[in-house]
């Protein structure tokens, strides 16, 4: 028993890598993209099992990320995908980081803060559509001969990012791979080698076979969703977290009665409310108020009132039987019923990864296999 809970079931994160396994080449490598606490769910419950099923290579956010995840004690490659910051770049050789480089300043500021003798793994990173990070396509084979003139840098990767790969019918998709593999042919006649050409997250995964290359990078559907969520019940992906709370507390009130802050919501008869002991302060966002459902004891029920920072109640009518102590699921299966990420983000206008990576750090993670 216990208050709030985020279960993370190992063996769907098992699954799930599985599953991205068999979309790609046997020869292709998994970056398992584990940065903001592998969104949401765990790092530390979740990269060991990543580790157990083969993959050695971790894409992080940032620095800081990267050296949390090498002081946990994990010996393979580290990719930090955000841009090197000045003032954090002495943190990829101290950590043996790789960076993902956009132009000869990022180069030159990173190999300056590389001691002499040391030598940081950089990956060429190429804007083909985001307009984030990178090169221009038309100045990659400058940067690179760059960077190869500085002694602190090692050129191992060439990479970009896509922006519509979830889109299975967006053309703007394949222009970025065809910029893609137009420069990285420019950057082969050029002689340059690369041990990762990456640029396919899960989107590529799935719905672009053409972009896999010998290294894809996937977050969302390592965690149990596909990208585009009419793909996601033939997936075979699992999800990995759900979200468990408990009753609290069980009042009956008549008909007429306010429930929450704002009182955006009245009883329509006699009827119990329940408390569950989750609110907005668990990530539970206050724009799911009136939007959202919970299965308690095999049943659907709605959550009713403004959602406090702490605390939602729910209308379980007046014949649910259920008693403070019932475990009440927000995210995840009970009987016929489930409740996924995606119905929480279609009823908040957001994704999943926003809803799993909001989920807030008060919340336990327990491992479940
Ligand atoms: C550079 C980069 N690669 C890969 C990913 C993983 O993307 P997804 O979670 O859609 O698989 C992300 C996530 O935003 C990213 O920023």
């Known amino acids: 028993m216990g208050g709030t809970q985020a279960i993370i079931d190992r063996n769907a994160l098992r699954n799930n890598v599985r599953c991205i396994r068999r979309t790609i080449p046997p020869a292709t490598r998994i970056m398992g993209v584990v940065k903001a606490n592998c969104y949401g769910h765990s790092t530390r419950l979740c990269v060991p099992v990543l580790r157990d099923e083969g993959l050695d290579l971790f894409g992080v956010a940032n620095v800081e990320e990267g050296r949390q995840l090498r002081q946990s004690g994990v010996e393979g490659t580290i990719v930090v995908l955000g841009p090197p910051l000045p003032g954090m770049m002495e943190a990829y050789g101290q950590h043996r980081l790789e960076a993902l480089v956009s132009n000869a300043r990022m180069a030159a500021q990173l190999a300056e803060a590389t001691p002499i003798g040391a030598s940081v793994n950089v990956h060429l990173f190429v804007d083909t559509g985001m307009a984030r990070n990178g090169s221009h396509p038309d100045d990659a084979v400058e940067v690179l001969r760059f960077m190869r003139e500085l002694p602190q840098l090692s050129i191992v990767g060439f990479a970009s990012h896509f922006a519509t790969s979830d889109e299975p ?49 996937p977050g969302l559907s390592l965690y149990g ?59 539970l966002m206050r724009t799911l108020t009136n939007k959202l459902n ?12 403004t959602i406090c920072m702490d605390e939602v109640m729910v209308d379980l009518g007046l014949d649910s039987g259920v008693h403070p102590g019932e475990k009440a699921v927000l995210i995840g299966a009970i009987g016929n019923h489930q409740i996924d990420a995606y119905q929480l983000a279609n009823a908040a206008g957001t994704i999943p990864y926003e809803i799993c990576t909001n989920i807030s750090a008060r919340v336990p993670r327990i491992a479940a296999d």
């Open 294 to 305: 919970v299965l308690i004891a095999g049943s659907r029920f709605p959550v009713v009132g």
């Open 225 to 283: 969703y596909h990208p585009t969520e009419s793909r996601q019940a033939s997936s075979g992906l699992v999800p990995v977290m759900n979200l468990h709370t408990h009753v609290a507390n069980v009042t009956r009130f008549p008909a007429g009665v306010s429930v929450s802050y704002g009182r955006r919501y009245f009883t329509r008869q006699e009827t119990e409310i329940a408390t569950l002991p989750i609110g907005y302060g668990d990530g």
């Open 169 to 217: 019918e967006n053309p703007f998709t394949l222009q970025q791979l065809a910029i893609f593999d137009a420069t990285l042919r420019r950057a082969t006649d050029a002689g340059f080698r690369f041990r990762d050409v990456h640029l396919a997250n899960s989107g590529g995964i799935f719905n672009v076979p053409d972009s896999h290359h010998s290294v894809v990078r």
